[in-house]
């Protein structure tokens, strides 16, 4: 029973979506994206803001609810539980690979594909990384795949249930990111299947099926966007124009800014690259409409993004999806039938590999042993654990072996995922950092509001560290101070170095601590004085 288990393919990518998206999900410390989406998720528990989101007291329409209502879920049921949390993005990143899986036994008719391209999927390194923490890209994508997954049944088998699904799942994507998905996933395997599958498409009666799923995309997707404009026009006005106007104006970047796009896929990225130029050397095999469809959709996917003006890595995670099928289709097809051009390609693809894991353990021990949290009797047995899985690398190399070789990398992942992550705890993080979520342990504060600085810039990550909400004040208004106190008042640097220190002298000053919530230490360029904070408590001494 063990063995047979062991044996199913399915059982196996299930358990390598638990490592790879579960276990020792709370080593890196929330970021600016998951603080900012926590912070609304616990406003919702606490205020009751579920329908019109606030972040620190403010109404927040740019990210429509869905995934803020799973997070506010998971804060009411556990309070600031990081792991909780980031096992609900863990859990669309599994239902992400069981779609993607569905779909290429659907298009390929062939398990095999399926399963190699799940599996490259699921150690590609955005992917890896975008399911371990509490954003909102993996919903809007996940949903997205599973709309495609019906969206192909429906045509397919043309049975009426598959449309109301297809369409259900769009309005489940466009309830978790708006239109991010539609662009960047939707749109470009729509272009690729209206060339490679009319035979879907043509003789089929489908024009009141395609209506019943967009009825039911609109009932489910845009009922949150029709309360909104009839309630709060005017921010929902405001929101659209600066949101839009960023698309535009921010971040920014020249249209070949993603011509490195293969490097999202981390030790793929030489495979991706082979993959894709297959056809330059297997023209006769790289004609079957299944590897045409896959290398469209990819490549108008990538032109779709380039075309955008605002542009940032992760905002390639949905190329990564077409990516994963053409190594898939690649590896069964041509790579696992290793011959003339194709074992050179792996011979030097492997090697690379093989040779960058042999030395991680050497350059660890050079570089950060000293800033591990590890014995070195541990670091041995996790170093030779290391190199034992790199010889059966080269073994499958010597063999030519390309599948067991990528079984080989999956298993490597784990172990790393498994044994290694818990140890990386202060590479990653800021050894020194001194959150101010310690000053929540103390008990006076619990039910004294927080102040910050008006005129300073107050980091998102701060208030979601310390617990609450974190409101302006103006600390040159004596007034507004002697209404408010007793408060306690965070400022960025020493409060008596301040020139308005001199309106703060007829009331009591308590200084409580100095905070700093960077992640990376003070020698690195992204460290930020902004997130370093000192804390007094202000009162008023006639009261």
């Not at 617990?467 to 400022?491: A, H, M, Q, W, Y």
């Amino acid at each position: 029973m063990i063995l047979k288990l062991i044996k199913d393919k399915r059982f196996i990518l299930l358990l390598v979506c638990i490592i790879t998206f579960f276990v020792n999900n709370n080593v890196i410390e929330p970021d600016i994206m998951e603080s900012r989406n926590l912070v609304t998720a616990r406003e919702m528990v606490t205020d009751g803001n579920w329908i019109v989101p606030t972040m620190n007291g403010e109404i927040r329409l740019e990210k429509p609810p869905l995934p803020t209502w799973i997070a506010a879920v998971c804060e009411y049921i556990s309070n600031d539980n990081i792991v909780l949390q980031r096992s609900m993005s863990a859990i669309m990143a599994s239902i992400l690979v069981l779609f993607l899986y569905l779909i290429a036994v659907e298009l390929f008719k062939n398990k095999n594909i399926a399963f190699i391209s799940s599996l490259f999927l699921c150690t590609c390194y955005n992917v890896i990384l975008t399911g371990r923490t509490a954003t909102w890209d993996i919903f809007c994508h996940s949903f997205m795949l599973g709309a495609i997954f019906f969206f192909i049944k429906a045509f397919k088998y043309n049975h009426t249930k598959y449309y109301i699904l297809s369409g259900l799942f769009l309005g489940l994507s466009f309830m978790s990111k708006g239109p991010v998905a539609f662009y960047s996933l939707l749109l470009p395997f729509l272009i690729s299947f209206i060339i490679y599958k009319k035979d879907l498409i043509d003789n089929k009666p489908l024009y009141w099926k395609i209506i019943l799923l967009l009825l039911t995309f609109i009932i489910s997707g845009l009922w949150w966007y029709i309360f909104i404009y009839l309630n709060h026009y005017d921010d929902m006005t405001y929101v659209a124009n600066k949101e839009s106007g960023s698309w535009i104006n921010r971040n920014v970047r020249p249209w070949w800014y993603y011509w490195k796009f293969f490097l999202e896929t981390g030790i793929w990225s030489l495979l991706l690259l082979i993959s894709i130029s297959a056809v330059l050397w297997y023209r006769s095999k790289c004609k079957s409409k299944e590897y045409m469809f896959i290398l469209v959709w990819l490549v108008s996917d990538l032109i779709l993004l380039s075309l955008f003006p605002e542009k940032k890595s992760r905002y390639l995670f949905p190329i990564l999806i077409p990516s994963s099928y053409i190594m898939g289709w690649f590896t069964v097809n041509i790579w696992n039938k290793i011959e003339g051009v194709s074992k050179y390609l792996y011979m030097i693809n492997s090697w690379i590999i093989n040779i960058i894991l042999l030395s991680i353990p050497i350059i660890a021990y050079i570089l950060f042993f000293d800033s591990l949290n590890i014995s070195i009797f541990t670091f041995i047995i996790l170093s030779l654990i290391i190199w034992f899985i790199v010889v059966y690398l080269i073994i499958q190399t010597i063999k030519l072996d390309s599948v067991k070789y990528i079984y080989g990398i999956v298993f490597m992942f784990m172990v790393i995922e498994c044994l290694v992550f818990p140890h990386l705890n202060d590479i990653i993080n800021n050894p020194d950092m001194k959150s101010i979520k310690e000053s929540r342990k103390n008990e006076y504060l619990t039910d004294i509001p927080f102040y910050y600085n008006k005129n300073e810039e107050l980091r998102i990550e701060t208030v979601y560290a310390a617990g609450k909400k974190i409101r302006p004040i103006d600390i040159n208004d004596k007034e507004t101070i002697k209404k408010c106190s007793p408060f306690v008042l965070i400022t960025h640097k020493p409060l008596n170095t301040y020139k308005e220190y001199n309106n703060l002298k007829d009331f009591n000053i308590r200084y409580i601590d100095t905070y700093d919530d960077n992640k990376r230490p003070k020698s690195n360029k992204y460290y930020r004085e902004a997130l370093v904070n000192n804390m007094n408590l202000i009162d008023n001494p006639n009261e």
